[in-house]
């Protein structure tokens, strides 16, 4: 009875769960960025990369906080004896080595250490390098589900015009050929026009797989299960014109807001930190230290004290040119980061520039293809008109259908180019 209890709230509870990942999930292009930013399982990571550094800090300073430990020991001789023959002519005195416990707590303060000082400045430069690092990610983010929110925009949008274009090449090729089998037309007219559907659904369905893989992407960026359906609300002209202008910002290119200049700014930090670590090693180390022992079993003879207090001084002397070599390395290090930190500056400043000149031009071929999808609709429009009155043949409309669909996934194809070098262009500005 149990078991069949049992298996009656599995069911009911797999059935909640699929009615739960079959729930529409309704999202703009604003929505679905911050969805992902709340749910992409890559920034989740650098999140708690974030709390883990929180932890190094703290890691860092606890170690110049005050230190207590406590042992317990239990020491048993089995029975050993020593002989003390301090007069020759008196017998010897025995003194068996009876069993010992002692209960000692140790209490350590740490008064000056130079690599101590150091080593929480760079806890902290390493916090704030994982806190950059997360925005890079979160940019990175932004930038893919952008991308993949575009895709599908772009795809469904050659989907829909294919679907209507063979609806109306399906309706056609049926009145040409009712026209073949009455004997009005030649038969090949309507051969033609059954090559132009069968064409254009191929098309169709392998539009169709590229809108699922659009969806797809989209589902990995927003941390989504693989069945969970997804609604797009936004629309692709209305995002055009949003984030398609004439001209590009006269605002110059600041290289200080960006991400990966950031990081290597943050590195050169840590790098100049290592040469006063590498400085610190020359540094003497001041402890003091305070121990209490109460002795549970008490050896025979004992003299020790229970409370000791004092002092340690540490002088690194001599170290055979180690701690030399040490600071030469993290000079070297800093030079490297520098040297490396100008070259960047150089690479982004060239590709702010190549992504501006690649955003004119395929701006310019934009406007080129808005113009030629209107001139060839209109054509299509046209000799549809003429091949229903019998002017035009059906390879001359066949041909207009072709340059139609061209025209139509020339535009769609430059317009999400354009879009993808826009946000191109406002990521290397840290503006998404």
């Known amino acids: 009875m149990r078991r069949i209890k049992f298996s009656i709230i599995a069911v009911l509870l797999l059935y909640c769960y699929q009615l739960k990942a079959q729930e529409t999930i309704t999202l703009s292009l604003d929505s679905a960025v911050n969805y992902a930013i709340h749910h992409n399982k890559t920034l989740i990571n650098s999140k708690y990369a974030i709390d883990k550094s929180t932890e190094k800090i703290k890691e860092a300073i606890s170690q110049g906080l005050p230190q207590i430990n406590t042992s317990l020991d239990y020491t048993n001789f089995l029975g050993a004896e020593v002989s003390l023959q301090l007069n020759p002519s008196a017998p010897p005195a025995v003194i068996e080595f009876n069993p010992t416990s002692n209960f000692t707590a140790t209490a350590s303060q ?167 670590m590498a400085r610190a090693s020359y540094l003497p180390t001041l402890a003091t230290f305070y121990s209490y022992t109460e002795k549970i079993k008490k050896p025979a003879f004992d003299i020790s004290p229970k409370h000791v207090l004092g002092l340690t001084l540490n002088i690194p002397v001599f170290s055979g040119g180690q701690r030399r070599s040490q600071l030469n390395q993290a000079k070297i290090d800093f030079n490297i980061n520098q040297n490396t930190k100008e070259q960047l500056a150089e690479q982004l400043t060239l590709q702010e520039r190549q992504l501006e000149y690649n955003y004119k031009n395929l701006f310019e071929q934009y406007l080129t293809q808005k113009e030629n999808i209107e001139i060839a609709k209109e054509v299509l429009d046209k000799m549809n008109l003429k091949y229903g009155q019998g002017v035009v043949s059906s390879l001359e409309l066949t041909s207009a259908n072709s340059d139609y669909l061209t025209a139509e996934s020339n535009y769609i194809n430059i317009m999400l180019q354009l879009l993808n070098a826009e946000l191109a262009l406002r990521k290397i500005n840290s503006k998404l």
């Not at 398609?244 to 960006?258: D, G, L």
């Open 110 to 276: 740490l008064v000056f250490n130079g690599n101590y000082y150091v080593g929480i400045q760079l806890s902290k430069l390493a916090k704030n390098l994982t806190e950059q690092s997360y925005q890079k990610d979160e940019l990175n983010v932004k930038e893919q589900t952008t991308q993949a929110y575009y895709m599908v925009l772009a795809s469904e949008r050659i989907l829909n015009t294919l679907k209507e274009n063979k609806a109306n090449a399906q309706m056609m090729y049926e009145k040409t050929r009712n026209l073949a089998n009455a004997g009005i037309i030649e038969e090949t007219d309507a051969k033609k026009l059954s090559i132009m559907v069968t064409s254009i659904d191929n098309a169709l369905k392998s539009t169709e797989r590229q809108v699922e893989l659009g969806y797809n992407l989209l589902r990995l960026q927003l941390g989504l299960e693989t069945d969970q359906i997804i609604k797009l609300s936004s629309n692709l002209d209305e995002i055009a014109r949003q984030n398609i202008v004439h001209s590009i910002s006269t605002e110059p290119f600041n290289i200080q807001n960006n991400h990966d200049f950031k990081l290597v700014t943050i590195q050169g930090e840590i790098t100049k930190k290592g040469i006063d």
